[in-house]
């Protein structure tokens, strides 16, 4: 091609371009190292696209700068992680990867459209289930909106997307006879534990030991009283007032209950006996439950509960998908099933801020249903009666 030369100086490429005005040649670098990336630059530059800069220099044309999706995804977790708890942000932090890696994190935020994300949800509850898709979807929705608030986005898309349908489900729970049957099983495992402890030399072997007894004092006040695995975890020996014989569900500096607020819970023969075993010579700072592991005692794991829990199920010959939650499905349903406490009261003592969470445990409230027949009987007998009069 006439009007130019190349050639190569150090690890870039020149050019000489001829300057028909002055008649004069000037040395223009492309900046380039490989002469491929060379000549293309040439071309652009005998079409006008590059524009030549002071002393000689030239430059290509600037572009816009792109905000992708990675980008606000990482603004979002640094939000998340500063305002919401550890397992919120977690939610968060795995619902954004998946999505990012469903569309491709280098996606202009801009360019995200209902149908991607309506596509995701779909596969999302195939691969797994309804419910995921849809904690899925709440949390995707939830930092879409932190993006319109914040000015990044003029419209949340999730908020069009089909939310997958649950069907109702009734919570698995125990019975009262279930749950000793439970309590038995581990009660044996505990009176092997006093025989053969002398004999135990290993360390582990001592630490289970110890464990089990703790283990039964939470089960026994999760099943009594309701309470969260993670307020039974992080409850206080202050917060146990064994003279009224009422728990104290409070929020701490380290730690608050989930829904933010407190709650009085009120305890049973049983459960004030257990506590007030587990509270002696202890400071009123102190946990109430504490798990010995590598020779300190330390605050009751939440995956460690779990797992001694299922043990305990399928020891006892339960059913193989109780969770250690479903205690407290349990207290719950034994109340309702009674007839003698209403949801309302029942949705105090769980700590539910919505009278919809309760509502699942409504169809063991026989007892109205019960009275409106008897209604209808009464109803019924008395025009048999005037008709045959």
Known sequence: MRGYSIFKRGPVYYIWVYDPQTGQRKKVSTGCALKAEALQFVQRYLRGEVVERVRRRVLPVSTPVCYTYDDFRTEFLAYSKGQHKQKTYDGHRSSTKLFGEFIDLRTP???????????????KSGDTSPASARRELRAMAAM???????????????????????????????????????????????DADQREYPTYRRRQEREAAHNRRVLRQVLVVAFGTGLRSAELQYLRVEDCDLVRKLIHVQNRDDWSTKTGHQRIVPMTGRVWRVLFTACRDKEGSALVFQMLYKRRMQRVREDWLGRSFKKCVIAAGLDRRLRFHDLRHSFASTLASTGMVTLYHIGQLLGHRDPKTTAIYAHLLNSDLTKATKALDDLDFMTFKHAEN
């Open 109 to 123: 935020l801009a360019d995200i459209t209902v149908m991607q994300c309506q596509h995701y949800i779909t596969k």
């Open 144 to 190: 879409f909106e932190c993006g319109v608030k914040w000015k990044k986005l003029t419209t949340n898309v999730w908020r069009s997307v089909a939310t997958p349908r649950v069907p109702d489900r009734t919570p698995r729970w125990l019975t009262a006879e279930e749950f000793e049957t439970l309590i038995d099983k581990l009660d044996d495992r505990i």
